[in-house]
């Protein structure tokens, strides 16, 4: 990988050492910060541990600056978990760049579909933007769309208790999962479908999106957890 400019010499070596020692191991960045109440931190725990399972070799970062290195368009994968916060243009610009030559991108709730509500670029790559969770933390069911794809290969609907997600979403999205609002806590939105898990292309990259997990223990939940694998692996190149 090449070693920005701004990049200290210390920072530059673990680039150059997964380059050089670890250079048939697929590459992964995770990038946590933002609102607590998301628990970026023990998330980022849970999916460092997952990825590596899988093979990947794993950095994490508690810095959007990290996006604005060029290198980061050598990764497989890059997971952010940063919900809210604000994201300066030439990181938005870079980490958008990166994935549309090729970087997969894959991420849950709001650490990936409420991060950096004021980057449209990255909105657009993402697919959706949460904005709304009427009833806060609720009982309600996820029904699967595509049982034939491999990320929900077995998986059948399942009943999930969190934040039901309201989204904006992308109409090219490839939808894997969706819920239904029953209207009891917005009575307008009453029968609206709407898309839980999805995947798309954004250039060469591979997109992976879930709503589910608002705080880390969810990743207990069998369901959860296995889409969400399956999903980051699918969006790694």
Not at 7 to 30: C, D, H, P, V
Not at 102 to 124: I, P
Not at 155 to 175: G, L, T
């Amino acid at each position: 990988m090449t070693k920005s400019a701004g990049r200290t010499a210390a920072e530059g070596s673990f680039w150059q050492y997964n380059q050089l020692t670890e250079k048939n191991m697929r590459q992964a960045l995770i990038v946590w910060g933002g609102w607590a109440g998301h628990e970026p931190e023990e998330g980022a725990r849970v999916v460092k541990a997952m990825l590596e399972e899988e093979g990947f070799g794993v950095r994490v970062e508690t810095t959007t600056e990290i996006f604005a290195d060029p290198a980061i368009a050598d990764l497989s994968l890059i997971v952010p978990i940063y919900t809210m916060a604000k994201l300066a243009k030439n990181e938005e610009l870079n980490l958008t760049k990166a994935v549309e030559g090729g970087v997969g991108l894959g991420g849950y709730h709001g650490g990936m579909c409420d991060a950096f509500r004021e980057a449209t670029e990255y909105q657009f790559m993402c697919g959706g933007q949460w904005v709304a969770h009427p009833g806060n933390i609720i009982d309600y069911r996820v029904d699967i769309t595509r049982r034939d794809d491999p990320i929900m290969n077995g998986i059948d609907d399942f009943s999930y208790r969190s934040e039901q997600y309201y989204m904006h979403v992308d109409p090219s999205n490839e939808v894997l999962a969706t819920t239904t609002f029953s209207g009891e806590h917005a009575s307008w939105i009453e029968a609206v479908v709407m898309p839980v898990v999805w995947k798309r292309r954004h250039g060469k990259g591979r997109v992976f999106y879930s709503a589910l997990g608002h705080v880390a223990k969810e990743f207990a939940v069998p369901q959860m957890r296995t889409i969400f694998r399956r999903g980051l692996v699918w969006a790694a190149r």
